[in-house]
């Protein structure tokens, strides 16, 4: 058995309602990424922000900060990485070098994607884009070698707005099923389950959040220095529109940092 947690940074959408090109303008970003957190034993990791955040909401040099009072709903409530204090942050990330957590993500730009929309509109006159169908595509390659080895996988995805996509995300997955298991011509037998949460429920999805934060602060800002803090964490970065080398893009390990320098 084996418990995922996932989340996104950045959005899926690419224009507005007229139709219009949103990428790269205030409130949009030029990344989508999808990231999980593989946990064993996530109820250790999760009453551990717990007391960490007990432990903050008491301590003098940040209780009376803004994003710490109960009524902002912010880091009293959860913790969420662009809301959280610098020092929130540095604590936060120390606790979560402390446990046995692996962090996959996949990497998508945004233009990339529009181009495809485009051509596919040169084609098929009647086709439109929908951010969802970005989104499930990211959960069939996140997933897309993550589950055949155990006879049990529970997925736990950050809520996303008011729609049930249950089913949606539990047929992308299953799709990941199928392809691995046909592409290594033996079917895949694991059972999932598919459990949407607020972050404010699972502390798991905290903790993604903070990951996915620190990679989306490369590709947006070309800052490194928090995703190179917790790279040891790290299993698996994938690249997909970065094919200056290879068409499948570019994959970042352990072994193949991703920094700054990586981009470039």
């Known amino acids: 058995m084996a418990n ?5 940074a950045g959005d899926s959408t690419l224009f507005d309602d007229r139709g219009r090109v949103l990428i790269g303008t205030p409130g949009c970003t030029r990344f989508f990424i999808l990231g999980c957190l593989e946990i064993q034993i996530p109820q250790k990791l999760e009453q551990d922000l717990q007391t960490l955040r007990t432990q903050l909401a008491q301590d003098p040099y940040v209780k009376r900060a803004a994003s ?4 902002a709903k912010k880091t ?5 990485a662009t809301d959280d204090l610098p020092e929130v942050r540095r604590e936060v990330y120390a606790l979560l070098m ?3 957590i692996r962090f996959f993500a996949v990497v998508r730009n945004k233009d990339k994607v529009l181009d495809y929309v485009r051509q596919r509109n040169q084609i098929e006159a009647t086709y439109r884009y929908h951010p969802n169908e970005l989104y499930d595509y ?3 390659r996140l997933f897309k070698t993550r589950l055949h080895k155990e006879k049990h996988y529970t997925i736990y995805f ?14 992308a997955l299953t799709t990941a099923q199928q392809n691995f298991g046909a592409q290594w011509g033996k079917p895949v037998e694991a059972t999932l389950e598919v459990i949407p949460a607020a972050s404010k429920e699972r502390g ?16 947006e800002m070309g800052d490194d220095r928090f995703l190179v803090f917790i790279w040891d964490k790290v299993r698996l970065i994938h690249d997909l529109d970065d094919t200056r ?8 390990t352990r072994k193949k940092p991703l920094d700054r320098a990586a981009l470039r």
């Open 98 to 100: 402390e446990h046995p």
């Open 4 to 8: 995922y947690f996932v989340d996104e």
């Open 76 to 80: 009293a409530l959860a913790f969420h």
């Open 204 to 219: 798991a999805l905290q903790a993604v959040d903070y990951f996915l934060w620190a990679t989306q602060h490369l590709f």
């Open 245 to 252: 080398t290879a068409q499948y893009g570019v994959y970042y």
């Open 138 to 140: 990211m959960v069939r």
């Open 158 to 171: 950050a809520r996303r707005g008011q729609s049930d996509r249950t089913a949606a995300l539990r047929a």
């Open 68 to 71: 710490m009072q109960p009524e």
